[in-house]
């Protein structure tokens, strides 16, 4: 059987009337209708055990999206923030599953933690994560967090922008080691999705890369591929289109997850504990497929994408190991 996680930024999910952020940004029945169609194509298309949301506004019409795909289970841990009770921030995390949801929680702000790095003790996540514990085929209870760590833009407008881009940095950084902090508690298996707002390789993300035993699923694939065509004798492959989704090369460049003008960036990602490594002996599943499902970024199709979302959608899955 195969058993596959996808993380997926819906980009402002809010039915109107309500508005996003601002007055003015309220989508008309039409777009609402048509991104609903759009997600629930691709909940099929990807067809995933569990999925991580971020920005999520509309929780009750995306758990009814979610239950009409299978996901059955469904769990947040934080409302929006309206305003007026029309004009919405402070969009929420979600997790939909396939599989039973046996427990649900988010990870706790630490005081001695905080004190220690010279953090203020009443800091919180931006975006307060999801953790669940599900049951799962192959694996049994498995902890899946889905995190939206701070983004670059400043916490506060008053201040000049590099001062508040290094708060955001600095904000983003003491989130990311909560996290890995609560990742090296725990003793089950662990999956870590969502939208990191940087690269995997920058600093204020430095303790999720090095301090938790993660392995991002992009260097998972390629390993595992890289010891196939070794023992196969062959070469790598070239990148193959579908319909919906680029298949990656078994050895080649990492396609971008959103764009910033003509900029390719990586931000979206899936990270999973030794349980899942092929290195690890008592690893119970082997990779299968990394696959980055972009088109709608890089080949949109107005009719179909015109209320998509702006970041591609990230999918791993797996196999039971032979």
């Known amino acids: 059987m195969t058993l596959k996680f996808a993380t997926w930024n819906l980009l402002n999910f809010l039915a109107p009337p309500f508005a996003a952020y601002e007055m003015e940004n309220i989508a008309t029945h039409a777009q609402w209708e048509k991104k609903c169609r759009w997600i629930s194509m691709m909940l099929a298309a990807i067809d995933a055990d569990v999925v991580g949301f971020q920005e999520v506004f509309s929780q009750q019409a995306l758990t009814q999206l979610c239950q009409d795909a299978g996901l059955t289970y469904f769990a947040t841990v934080d409302q929006p923030q309206c305003q007026d009770g029309h004009v919405c ?28 790095i010279g953090m ?11 953790v669940a514990t599900i049951v799962l085929p192959l694996l049994g209870e498995t902890k899946v967090f889905v995190v939206h760590l701070k983004s670059q833009r400043s916490l506060n407008d008053e201040l000049a922008p590099v001062a508040g881009q290094w708060g955001a940095t600095l904000h983003r950084g003491t989130e990311a080691m909560l996290l890995a902090n609560a990742v090296n508690n725990e003793t089950m298996p662990v999956v870590v999705m969502g939208d990191f707002n940087q690269g995997l390789d920058g600093d204020s993300l430095r303790s999720l890369r090095e301090q938790c035993g993660l392995t991002d699923s992009w260097q998972l694939f390629q390993r595992s591929t890289a010891l196939e065509l070794a023992e196969n004798d062959t070469q790598a492959a070239h990148i193959q289109s579908a319909n919906e989704v680029t298949v990656l090369p078994e050895i080649g460049p990492r396609p971008a997850t959103f764009y910033y003008g ?35 970024l890089v080949s949109p199709q107005f009719d179909i994408d015109g209320s998509s979302t702006d970041h591609a959608i990230v999918t791993t899955s797996f196999v039971e190991r032979c």
């Not at 921030?89 to 220690?116: C, F, M, W």
């Not at 003790?121 to 994560?129: E, G, K, L, M, V």
């Not at 504990?273 to 497929?289: E, G, L, N, W, Y």
């Open 89 to 116: 921030s402070h969009p929420v995390v979600a997790l939909a599953s396939r599989y039973p949801i046996v427990k649900v929680e988010t990870v706790t702000e630490e005081a001695e933690i905080l004190n220690a």
């Open 120 to 130: 203020s003790a009443d800091f919180h996540f931006h975006r307060t994560p999801v």
């Open 262 to 296: 003509n900029q390719g960036l990586m931000l979206d990602y899936i990270l999973f504990s030794r349980h899942f490594d092929p290195k690890c002996q008592t690893s119970m599943v082997d990779i299968a497929q990394y696959q980055c499902w972009d088109r709608h």
